[in-house]
């Protein structure tokens, strides 16, 4: 099991020697800036990446996220050239010795929030998701209010350039179904999984944020009937999971502890978070440990050991403190609190199994 810290690159306000300096963390996983979805990665690029963080003495444990192109998951005739991009981005990173991909397969947007700055009774900052404020918006002004509370940092996910398409990628995705959505993602995992196997790269699906439909857009990966059918429809150990904690838990219905125990022989990559529940499909991104939030996290720990996870693992999203200037839920300083917590309770868990002398 390896420890690692999402880390923006270049474009990251928190130098990569202090990411170093939190103990125990092994690495980062970063994306490779600067590239539209569809396009290819090349070797000249993705070797760049890995030297910056080389050179500072830590690990690429692997690329969060290759995203994949709408053209992938809406079927369109532009399909086929995507895959072609995606399958030689696979075999580039393998060559560069990267052997993990998270990515998602969710119609335009890839996670929702409504407010980045919830202030907490701590005097902290924390993100909050609440479906009624969704339910009262137009998918255009999502944008606009994400944009506006970003305190000018770029949000993963919800940049501009992209964004600008969004009534086109409306208009690809209408009267979409689930079904239609799942089959392009069977397509899409029966084409790259054999470069997969051939090149020892893991892909790993990050499940949907929220976990239910926003907007009418159909989700597939948004409970463990969900995972079950991805990771049986090419039945691979190359064709895996992102655990993240914190999005298929935002649905109380969904228990994370047993997830794991049905498909965390299938889990290459844990984002570790937790979530505190403010009323109905309402919900805000809670410190890391148990006593804040709504999940056991000693019993996630304890059901990642116990199926032998030997993945890559990272805390998720943490809180704003301390005045930090960052962008929403990737600072570096509950983000450090929640890895060492993490690390704790795995030390804690292994030893007392007899595990980890
Ligand atoms: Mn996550």
Redesign the pocket.
Known sequence: MKWGIRWYGAKDHIPINHIRQIPGVDGVVGPLLGKMLGDLWTLEKIKALKDSVESSGLELLGIESVAVADAIKAGTEDRDRCIKNYKQTIRNLSSCGIHLICYSFKPIFGWAKTTLFYKNPDTSYSLVYDDKVVQSLKPQDMYELIKSQSKGFEMSGWEEKWLAKIDELLEIYKGFTREKLFDNLAYFLKEVIPVCEECDVKMAI?PD?PPYEIFGLPRITKNLEDLKRIIEVVDSPYNGI?L?T??IGSNPDNDVVQIIKEVGHRVHFV?FRNVEFLGERKFRESAHMSKDGAFDMYKIMEALVDVSFDGIIRP?HGRTIWDEECMPGYGLYDRALGICYAQGLYEAITKSKGIQK
């Open positions: 990050h944020e992102t993240c914190g999005s984002h998720d």
